[in-house]
């Protein structure tokens, strides 16, 4: 679905976050309510169920602002740079601070609430998790600038992919005493279980990227072979050389992606998630992979990715003509067709999508963490030992009926013995 998304729209489409966050609460909340005999998960679903009949969409809303990254969330002078609990009351909670590069934020129902790292038992008030509608009394949305933004307002034409815009419209999400009824409260303070719903929702959030990052590179290599085309280079060895290099890296992602899912597990509450450590390497060959794949595609487009003039010089009777003129493919092409593939392949590959792909779902650093983590280096580390002869070979003695050790010394005494015959036949 996301890549067929990605396909469909050029761009990002803003859903996924929203839908991780579903599926890590609702393998979370069941954990918690087990281990501390809470009633999160019950309440969980019946948000769940709400969000499903109405068919809303909710943001996912993770980061924090975080200040100073070296100091944990307790440690911050400004509380507010973690969003935390100020208040408990009867009926629920008070929630301060703020969520930062919130994706479709403001064009969402609901904005489901998760911490933003791994916490200690002296940051639990930072430890929370809650789902409020986006029109909450106390919250407020402060939107992001983008590169091209303006454009849309200006001409179709220079908008690039006008239909569905840039990226995926973020927002810093501002809460000054927001009050969350405990229906809609999913965590409250149980430190030790913020890291693994991080980690849980990381894993399905870093696996989509290998879906929907690939639809837009179909759309982008489309475009690259659609301009050569009509630049007259679609035949030349290297052209198609580079288009083959983009589909590679984009089939690769996928299979990645569809890896996490393949060789994903089922949770104590019986939703299933993926491989965490296969969506972290999805994720990280996105960091570097969509970069390559839109580097091949402005070096196809050419200069004039960058250099066209604008719509309203196409429509000026003094200057329309020459700019047709000068910007011209290959005769039968439309010119302003060249034109309108030339800016949807700029505003996808210099656009907000680029950095996007970069650290959303967490920076590269963070997907090494896990795949350090979780690399199983001291089981590689055995599976050396075995071949080398350092570590008991049980399987190999299983075969051979007799101990490796023994084994050895028989063939070493075979080898001798047979050179000690080569030798007198070599002395006779
Ligand atoms: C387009 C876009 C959409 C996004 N959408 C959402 C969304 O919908 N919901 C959501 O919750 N988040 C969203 N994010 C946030 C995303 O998850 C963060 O950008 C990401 O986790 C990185 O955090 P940061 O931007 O604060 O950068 P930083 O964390 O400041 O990273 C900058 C650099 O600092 C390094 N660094 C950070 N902390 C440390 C440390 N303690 N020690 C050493 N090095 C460190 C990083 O590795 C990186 O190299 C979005 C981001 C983008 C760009």
């Known amino acids: ?98 969520k930062a590069h919130i994706t479709g934020a403001i064009n969402s129902h609901e904005i489901i609430v998760m911490p933003t790292r791994a916490m200690g038992e002296e940051d639990k008030d930072f430890a929370v998790s809650f789902a409020v509608p986006v029109n909450a009394k106390g919250i407020k949305f402060i939107f992001a600038r983008q590169t091209n933004d303006t454009r849309r307002l200006e001409s179709p034409l220079d908008a690039g992919n006008p239909k569905y815009a840039c990226v995926g419209g973020e927002a810093l999400i501002l809460f000054k005493d927001v009050f969350v009824p405990w ?13 693994p719903l991080v980690e849980m929702f990381a894993g399905h959030h870093r696996a989509n990227y290998g879906g929907c990052k690939v639809g837009l590179a179909d759309v982008v290599c489309g475009g690259s072979h659609w301009l050569a085309d009509a630049h007259g280079i679609d035949k030349a060895s290297h052209i198609l050389d580079k288009l083959t290099d983009m589909v590679t890296m984009a089939e ?101 999508g680029l950095p996007e792909a970069m650290h959303g779902a967490g ?14 280096i001291e089981k590689k580390r055995e599976l050396a030992e075995i071949i080398a002869g350092i570590r008991k070979d049980e399987a190999f003695e299983k075969i051979l009926g007799m101990s490796e050790e023994k084994y050895w010394q028989e063939t070493k005494e075979k080898i001798r013995e047979a050179r000690m015959k080569i030798c007198q036949r070599m002395t006779k």
């Open 1 to 98: 679905m996301m890549r067929l998304l990605g396909q469909k729209t050029g761009t990002c489409f803003q859903r996924c976050v929203g839908f991780d966050g579903l599926n890590a609460l609702y393998a979370l909340t069941y954990d918690i309510d087990a281990k501390h005999g809470t009633n999160y998960h019950e309440r969980f679903k019946n948000f769940l169920l709400y969000i499903q009949e109405n068919d809303y969409m909710s943001a996912g809303a993770m980061t924090d602002a975080r200040g100073d990254r070296s100091l944990r969330p307790h440690q911050q002078k400004n509380p507010k740079l973690y969003l935390h609990i100020s208040e408990r009351r009867d009926d629920g909670i008070v929630v301060n601070g703020a």
């Open 183 to 195: 229906e809609r409260v999913f965590m409250n303070g149980e430190y030790e279980f913020a890291g």
């Open 252 to 352: 690769t992602c996928w299979s990645c992606s569809l890896a996490c899912s393949y060789e994903g597990f089922k949770t104590p509450s019986g939703a299933y998630s993926v491989n965490p450590l296969l969506a972290s390497v999805t994720k990280l060959n996105i960091t570097k992979m969509v970069y390559e794949w839109m580097r091949i595609a402005q070096d196809i487009a050419g200069g004039k990715i960058i250099t066209l003039p604008s719509e309203s010089d196409m429509d000026n009777p003094d200057v329309g003509e020459i700019v047709a003129e000068y910007f011209a493919g290959k005769e039968g092409v439309n010119v302003y067709d060249i034109l309108k593939m030339l800016r949807l392949i700029e505003s996808m590959s210099i656009g907000a």
């Open 363 to 376: 920076s590269p650093a963070a997907q090494k963490i896990i795949i350090a983590r979780r690399s199983g």
